[in-house]
């Protein structure tokens, strides 16, 4: 038995506790007592794993957070509990910080929801997803990586888990504001509860609750051009492909002239391991050392292979939504309008640019 | 009933029967052997790998706490829980078979040590359906303090026993086997002493394996990451070296070992580590998709992992029960292997040293 232990783990499991986001910083340059505080506080206002709060104010549904909150298990009708740490945790961890016990074993890594960005999403360039957004990811998955579909959950458990995401996310960015409040600015202590939920909490739920709210920032693809002829379908690759290659959009740079992501940018980054890369390679290693996982590069995607991991979407308009407000969070850039940038491109140019990326992978 | 007794005891048979003293002993000169513990004990082993099948389903599905009482199952005596109850929720049904299943081992466990200790006339037999009976008590209620107290460690403890378990109901169906008892049917071969020692590497180096497979599936939720990237490697590396020492078992022991059990053993377990590293491949693919190094310089295939899907199910559950079997499997040779080796000394026994004038 004591072999198994010591083979094993040995030791009983206390519940989980969220973890202090002190990545990127030397352990030294935050005291005992900011970090003491940062904790409370963040305690305060959204509980432990086990016993989730949602600050006054954030529009999130308590019941849905509490469902997915907590240990696994069930009940004789079949309502789940703690399905975030059941279907989640292995990969985005407790905090939700993307790391996960398996996390350094994948690539990509899992997601980070602490910074409240997304890859995926129908929302313009800087927007928060819409909740469908994460949903869509959810039951779609994401082909290629290890992030399953979770197709055979049941709709108010992919709520709950949509719900928790968000829920983790605002915890995420409330703490990012607390650390640049306490350690960056050195604000006196003990935090003002008032002040922290006005200026960190708050604004990051309603962030969240802007595009529920607002059409406008929600891309709105534009007529289809028509392509129910093979001819007119030739003529849209083939204005596509010249798109592809023109200097406004840039898609050659990464993706490469062929569109097998073998462009001439090698060292690609997201916004998750740039902080990661120093100038020379012991810097980078320097640095990797205050985060949980190493750097990882970002590699083009290859549209011969068809793998489009935020999918394709009905006649392809997931595509549609990826060039217009690009993939957040990677140096993949948007070309369609977003709030305060007029874009390169018009919505007919980006369906053209979707045909002919599609053209690719039939290839 | 006469058919199933046989005699160890048959003129000149009978000094080297006396001989043979392999542990458990086979049966005394003169004494029969009683077919009922043998019979049990096959039923035993077969009750208890479905068993592990659906522990690994529910470990698969993470419905572990899908029951939260023990040992009723919602209020309710485990064997009068409602049939419809019982059927209509996945998880439920995986989590309350499992426990049918476990108590129906159970019974069969009580019945097989009386067994043994009425009609087997060796001490040791006893006292091994003794442990059994001790050994199914023990996972049971370690499964029911796993949910008593929703814990994780024990959920990894009661994964790594239940192989243990297993593995004594596959050893007493070899033990009150008519196979083990014939002597005179066992044909003395060349000294085991190579595979009777590597036989105990395999059957440690398997389950080790079947350990740190039970870590990766019970991972707490705060576990870091260096731990479980660790223990991956380890299960890779000594994954490469199980399948290594079954393949040279079997090569060694082809053209070697005149035994037919230790010609179908070989080839049995060296099957079963084969099977056991492609399901363990396949089950990193269901579980967390196909690596990016393979579809990038070997087949750009393109693979959704589905959470819950009956595939992943299948797979991943497999390779946890295909593991216990390729346990049951390298114990099986291990004794084998030294119950000929033995019966191989007894003929021709090491010439006596020569007394120092």
Redesign the interface.
């Known amino acids: 038995m004591v072999g198994?232990c010591l083979?094993?783990?040995?030791?009983?499991?206390p519940p989980?506790?969220f973890?202090l986001n002190l990545e990127g910083r030397p352990r030294k340059s935050v005291s005992a007592e900011q970090r003491e505080a940062i904790a409370k506080m963040l305690q305060r206002l959204f509980g432990t794993?086990d016993r989730p709060q949602v600050p006054d104010g954030v529009g999130l549904d308590r019941s849905l957070v509490e469902m997915a909150a907590g240990?696994?298990?069930?009940?004789?009708?079949?309502n789940?509990r703690?399905l975030y740490?059941?279907?989640c945790?292995?990969c985005h961890?407790?905090t939700g910080d993307g790391?996960?016990?398996?996390?350094?074993?994948?690539?990509p890594y899992p997601r980070d929801f602490r910074r409240g960005v997304f890859k995926y999403t129908s929302t313009k360039a800087g927007i928060k997803p819409l909740a469908s957004d994460l949903r869509g990811t959810l039951t779609?998955?994401?082909?290629?990586?290890?992030?399953?579909?979770?197709?055979?959950?049941a709709p108010r458990e992919l709520d709950a888990l949509v719900e928790y995401v968000k829920y983790l996310s605002i915890r995420g960015q409330a703490e990012q504001y607390l650390f640049e409040q306490v350690v960056d600015d050195e604000a006196r202590l003990p935090l003002d509860l008032g002040q922290v939920l006005d200026e960190g909490v708050l604004p990051a739920a309603r962030s969240w609750e802007a595009p529920e709210r607002n059409p406008e920032l929600v891309i709105a693809p534009g007529p289809r051009p028509p392509v129910d002829t093979p001819e007119a379908l030739a003529a849209s690759i083939a204005r596509g492909r010249d798109l592809y290659a023109s200097k406004d959009a840039q898609c050659v740079r990464c993706h490469g002239p062929q569109g097998d992501g073998n462009g001439e940018e090698k060292e690609l980054y997201d916004d998750w391991n740039k902080p990661k890369k120093g100038v020379t390679p012991e810097q980078t290693a320097e640095l990797e050392r205050l985060y949980?996982?190493p750097i990882q590069r970002l590699?083009p995607r290859?549209f011969?292979?068809?793998?489009f991991r935020g999918g394709v979407g009905p006649e392809g308009r997931h595509l549609y939504y990826r060039i217009y407000a690009g993939i957040k969070g990677t140096p993949m850039p948007g070309v369609g309008p977003s709030p305060g940038a007029p874009g390169v491109m018009t919505s007919e140019d980006i369906w053209h640019v979707v045909d002919f990326v599609r053209s690719l992978s039939r290839k | 009933m006469s058919d199933e007794r046989v005699s160890a005891s048959r003129g000149p048979e009978e000094d080297r029967t006396t001989r043979i003293t392999d542990s458990p002993s086979p049966l005394p000169p003169g004494s029969s052997r009683c077919a009922w513990p043998h019979r049990l004990a096959w039923a035993l082993a077969c009750a208890t790998f479905p068993l592990i099948w659906m522990g690994g389903l529910v470990t698969t599905y993470g419905a572990g706490m899908a029951v939260p009482d023990w040992p009723n199952t919602f209020g309710y005596n485990l064997f009068l829980y409602p049939l419809q109850s019982w059927l209509a929720v996945w998880d439920v049904f995986l989590e309350h078979s499992h426990r049918l299943i476990g108590a129906g081992v159970g019974l069969l466990t009580i019945v097989l040590a009386a067994g043994l200790w009425i009609c087997d006339g060796r001490r040791s037999m006893k006292w091994l359906g003794a442990a059994a009976l001790a050994g199914v008590v023990l996972q049971g209620t370690l499964g029911g303090l796993r949910v008593l107290g929703n814990e994780i460690f024990l959920a990894k403890v009661h994964g790594c026993t239940a192989p243990l378990f297993f593995a004594l109901a596959s050893a007493l169906v070899t033990l009150t086997s008519r196979g083990w008892h014939a002597h005179e049917r066992i044909e003395p071969g060349p000294p085991q002493a190579w595979s009777t020692r590597f036989g105990w590497v395999m059957v440690l180096g398997i389950y080790l394996q079947i350990v740190l497979g039970a870590n990766l599936r019970h991972q707490a939720p705060d576990a870091s990451v260096g731990w479980f990237r660790l223990w991956v490697w380890l299960h890779l590396i000594l994954a490469g070296s199980v399948l290594a020492g079954a393949c040279a078992l079997w090569a060694v022991g082809r053209g070697r070992l005149g035994h037919p059990m230790l010609v179908r053993r070989p080839r049995l377990l060296a099957a079963l580590v084969v099977v056991q590293v492609l399901l363990g491949l396949a089950t990193w693919v269901v579980r967390y998709g196909v690596p990016v190094w393979f579809t990038d310089y070997v087949w750009k295939v393109v693979y959704t992992v589905e959470a819950g899907s009956p595939l992943q199910a299948i797979v991943v559950t497999a390779h946890v029960a295909v593991g216990s079997l390729a346990l049951v499997t390298a114990l099986s040779l291990r004794m084998w292997a030294a119950r000929v080796g033995r019966a191989a000394r007894s003929d021709n026994p090491a010439p006596t040293r020569p007394a120092v004038a």
């Open positions: 198994l083979v094993a783990g040995c030791g009983w499991n989980p506790e973890e794993p240990p696994p298990g069930g009940d004789a009708q079949g789940q703690g740490r059941r279907h945790v292995t961890g407790v790391a996960g016990p398996s996390a350094a074993l994948l690539d779609r998955g994401v082909a290629g990586t290890a992030m399953p579909s979770f197709a055979q959950l949980k996982l590699r290859d011969r292979q068809g793998n």
